[in-house]
């Protein structure tokens, strides 16, 4: 049974191996450079979207049973196939350009807006030895990419020429302003105590889980998170009760699926970086090192699909107040408490340092809770000049 | 139990308040007030704002046709007293029906009046947006009348 | 280079998930706030008062139905009680207590349907709405056992109703009597504190409650605002009086304060289904009417506290079979007189929520 748990790295060896034995010399380096990334990039591209497909029935079983209700359970067993089926349904269905969009546009926006989230998984480690590359940046490259989506976003909304998915896009630009901060900040207590931006570094440095030494940051992290993908209560570029679907309301066929398929991978792909910055990644004992990567990842996820089925939408002003007075306070406060830290212990932490933490965090969002309030209701003055215009 | 008002009382007081604007009393289950429709707006202003009366509610408006006249029927309330009393006001012209608009009185007949002027065909004057509500613009007809088939 | 804003118009509707049917608002923005909004209406318009007039006054009743479609009952309630006004008639009392018991199921059923998507419109993604569904289907359960119809019930006669309550109503009643207060605590325990929930209704869209009162806003939306006022203790029409329950009023006219009161009206309504179900006595549901109502020439107009509002039917007769004229006074429509005053400078997403919280119903406001 031993093949199990280092599968990978002996399939990679074996590849190479046999690549080795059938290229002429002259080639021989540069040709297995070649095949080995063209095939690890396939791979790195097609299993999340495999992984997607279960993030989805997964959603919908686990949204059914919140609501009180069964979910998609008749196509396949328990309905698994469910996802299949409506990815052929996409597909098939004619695929409308409304009249008035800005083609080039309009069609490029879905195209684009799945590259920086698939870009994300280069830098992912499955497992101790299951990674594409391991960059020295390797959390900046991600931060930095999955910030342009909002581009694409807008420039789905600007093209579809409809007022909705413009306010949808606006919207989406003016969110992203106060919740990057706060994610960026946070990120930095974990970097702090790793004293490296890697990916494999960060979990290699955890002994014991930062959602344990950094509470407060995976707090604001998971927070800023559920709106980097846009997901309840934070879907105010989406929010199906005021702009319908927001962004991708002009959007059908593919080009819809397109959207909704990398609003998932998106959420993989964070689900990915939460647990390798907080949950100690692949580390577990027993079961093989990428069954329990995955297996952490689709937890972070439930716990997403908890929080969207729990709460109700914020308003924009509200979002903002929130990223700006809540969580950026506290990411500095926890910036500093994490570099005092770090100052005090350079050689790593004492195992109680994780109750002080966590009673400091406790403590610390118990004033928050009493400082802080959403703000409230605020009716505008309407300009005299503008009443009777409609 | 909200108290139906004695029409004829109602009705006394409001002739003694404006001579010459009511014309009797309908009977029936419920008696009301009738009045002269050009006096709508003034008896109105005035049974919401006499001390005792007070008819701050305005329940419904309605238009009825009898062929021969078109009648709008006011059913008012008071709140404040848990009185009611209903005014009756009729118009004999069928080309061009006209009553004054109690909106600057209840707000609350803002949507009624549009709508009995879609399908009655009752201008209200000094409405302030008097356009169709139910049925389209550029619709023939008044449907509840019962010329309209 | 200068910049340049200008305010975009929208519409909302008549096809959007939160319009609850087919209402159409042509709202001019400012950014995300509202300068300017106009209703639309007769999307939905079928011209129920004109169908009334060539319909015998037992045929009316299944119109009714497909006016306030989440509450037929209180609309079969309000035009009956108009027919045997203008009739004389009397309906035997153990008629009038279903008559109220049914009223009272209804107004639980529309009001769960009413919060249910208010919360929708917050966004929170449909799990309050399934939580609530979950005992309208109780509902509609019994409703089921005494008509046979789920939704148009053509059940109230004129003189009386259709048929006495089944056997099997009694135990079923009795189960969701005992379980209804235990749901409305899970509501209120899992919705009145959640604090997303007070930032976006708290203090939005106040409806003062002169304003109200002019606007001729009726039903929880008037009490919302603090107006104690309730044709069920103010008018009682057939046996309200024999009961005890509590009015209870909003404080500030907010969203908020709508939302409270319609939980609260749900747990006075099992209060009155109990006492309803104590008191109920024996005898005849139908008093001896003949199949072709004649009514005396005359009007008369009789109103209900419907779970909308004060819906009145105004009906007059010229002894024939059918109404020579039948007016539907519905609460939706006349509660949306306020709605352009209530929404003006306040956000899209304000706008969405003041609107789930009048608690509107297409069906009754197109007619």
Known sequence: MDWVYDLFPKLHAAIEGWLRSILPPSIESAGVYIVMGVLSAFLLINVPLILVMVLIYMERRLLGRFQHRLGPNRVGWQGTLQVIADGIKLLTKEDIIPANVDRWVYNLAPVLFAIPVLLVFAVVPFGEEIYLTDLNIGILYIVALTATSTIFVFMAGWASNNKYSLIGAMRSVAQLISYEVPLVLSIVGVVLVVGSLSMREIVDKQSIPFILLQPLGFLVFIVAVSAELNRSPFDLLEAESELVTGYHIEYSGMKFGMFYLVEYIAGLAYSAVITTLFLGGWKGPILPQYVWFVAKVLLVFAVLIWIRATLPRVRIDQIMGFAWKFLFPLALINIFITALEVLLWPEGFPAWLVVVNLGVALGLLVVMQVLFRFPGATRHVVPQALVGRG | MTRLLEARDISAQIEARIPGTTLGVVSGKDPAVLVKPEAVLEICRFLKREPGLEFDFLVAITGVDYIDHLEVVYHLTSLKHNHSVILKTRVYDREKPSVPSVVSVWQGADLQEREVCDLMGIAFVGHPNLKRIMLWEGFQGHPLRKDYL | ?367
């Open chain 3, 1 to 367: 280079m200068a910049f340049r804003t200008e305010p975009i118009t929208v519409n909302f509707g008549p096809q959007h998930p939160s319009t609850h049917g087919v209402f159409r608002m042509r709202v001019t923005f400012d950014g995300e706030v509202i300068v300017d909004m106009e209703p639309v209406f007769g999307y939905l318009h079928r011209g129920s008062e004109k169908l009334a007039e060539e319909r015998t006054y037992t045929q009316v009743i299944t119109l009714t139905d497909r006016l306030d479609y989440v509450a037929s009952m209180s609309n079969n309630l309000a035009y009956v009680l108009a027919v045997e006004k203008l009739c004389g008639i009397n309906p035997p009392e153990r008629a009038q207590y279903i008559r109220v018991i049914m009223a009272e199921l209804v107004r639980i059923a529309s009001h769960l349907m009413g919060l249910g998507f208010l919360l929708n419109d917050l966004g929170a993604f449909a799990t309050p709405l399934m939580y609530m569904f979950r005992e309208r289907e109780k509902i509609m359960d019994l409703f089921e056992m005494v008509c046979g119809a789920r939704i148009t019930f053509s059940y109230m006669r004129i003189g009386g109703v259709a048929e006495d309550l089944p056997p099997e109503f009694y135990p079923a009643m009795t189960r969701f009597l005992k379980e209804m207060p235990g749901y409305i605590d899970e509501y209120e325990a899992l919705l009145r504190e959640n604090e997303i929930l007070l930032a976006r209704t708290k203090n939005v869209g106040i409806l003062q409650p002169d304003k109200a009162i002019n606007g001729s806003v009726s039903g929880p939306n008037l009490r919302g605002s603090g107006v104690p006022w309730d044709l069920r203790r103010a008018d009682p029409y057939e046996i309200y009086d024999r009961f005890e329950f509590d009015l209870p009023l909003g404080k500030v006219g907010d969203t908020y304060d709508r939302f409270l009161v319609r939980l609260e009206e749900m747990r006075q309504s099992v209060r009155i289904l109990n006492q309803a179900m104590e008191q109920i006595p024996k005898g005849p549901v139908r008093a001896s009417v003949p199949m072709l109502v004649r009514p005396p020439i005359g009007d008369a107009y009789a109103h209900v506290e419907a779970p909308k509002g004060e819906l009145g039917f105004y009906v007059v007769s010229d002894n024939s079979i059918a109404p020579y004229r039948c007016k539907i006074r519905s609460p939706s429509f006349i509660n949306l007189t306020v709605l352009r005053d209530m929404v003006l400078g306040w956000k899209l997403a304000d706008m969405i929520v003041i609107f789930g919280s009048l608690d509107v119903n297409m069906g009754e406001v197109d007619r």
